[in-house]
C-alpha cells in the first residue's frame, strides 16, 4: 500500500503532494513501483497535528480518488470521517482506512457497512492533540490485541461482514518506540484476531530512535525507507495481508524476498 498524503503537514512528506495534479501523478508513480493500492488521504495525524475541517479534507481527497480509480488503480481513502469515506467510495475508492477504527465518527460503521466496503480498523486512544499521553500500557500487546477486538465487535455489530475487516496495530499512535517494538514482535498475536493484517510502520518515530546514532539524533525522515523495508519483510514474514510506506520500492523488494524464502520453506 503506497500512501498519497495530500497535506501540507504530515509528518514525512507534507506539503510534497498538496496539490491534486501533484498527488494523482504521486499515487500513479507509487503503483509503477509496485504498490498494489494506493491510500489517499487529507488529514496528518502526526503527535499534535490540529484537525482539518471537513469540507477542505473532502476538497483535498475526492478529486485524487476519482482521478487514480480512473486510472484504473486500486484506492483506499485514509479517513475519520464518514462523509469523506461515503464521497470517496462514491469517486471509486474500494477500501475505507479509517485510523480511529470507527471512533471519530459515529456515522462511519453505519456508512461503510451501507457501502459494503472493506474496513481497516487501527488501533486509537484518541486524536492526534492527546495522543502521546495515552501511551500508557501494562501490557501493550496483549491491551492493544483487547482493544482492537471491542472495535472489531463493534464494526461487525454496525453491519460490516467479517471478511470485509483488516486490523492494524496502530504503530506510533498513543505508542512509545518499545510499544511499538513489542507488536511488530508480536504480530502472530494480532494475526490470531483473525482478519487481515496492516502493518504501517514507514518513517516512524520508532524507527528513527533505532536508528539514533551515539548523539542519539534521528535520522530524518526520509532517511527511514530502508529501516522502512525491513519492518515489511518482517511483516510479510509473520503472514501482513499488506504493508502501507511511502518509498514503495524497497518494501516491494523486501516482500519480494520475504515471500521466495517462505516458499523455499
Ligand atoms: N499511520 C498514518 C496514517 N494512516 N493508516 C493506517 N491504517 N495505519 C497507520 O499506522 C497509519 C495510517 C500516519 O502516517 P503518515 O502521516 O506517514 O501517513
Redo the contacts with the bound molecule.
Sequence with gaps: MG?V?VTPD????GGRWFDTERAVKHGLDLASRGADLIDV?GE???PGAPRVDEAEELRRVVPVVRALAAEGLVVSV?TMRAAVAEQSLAAGALLV?D?SGGLADPAMIPAVAAAGAPF?V?HWRGFSDAMNSRAVYADVVGEVTDELRTRIDAAVDGGIAPDRIVV?P????AKEAPHDLALVAHLDRLRALGHPL?V?A??KRFLGRVLAGPDAAPPPARERDAATAAISALSAQAGAWAV?V?DVRPTADAVRVARAVEAAR
Excluded: E, I, K, Q
Design positions: 500512501v498524503n504530515s509528518f514525512s512528506d488521504g496528518s495525524t502526526r485514509d482506512n485510523v481497516v487501527m492494524d496502530g504503530l506510533g499512535f496492516l504501517a514507514s518513517r502501507r511511502h
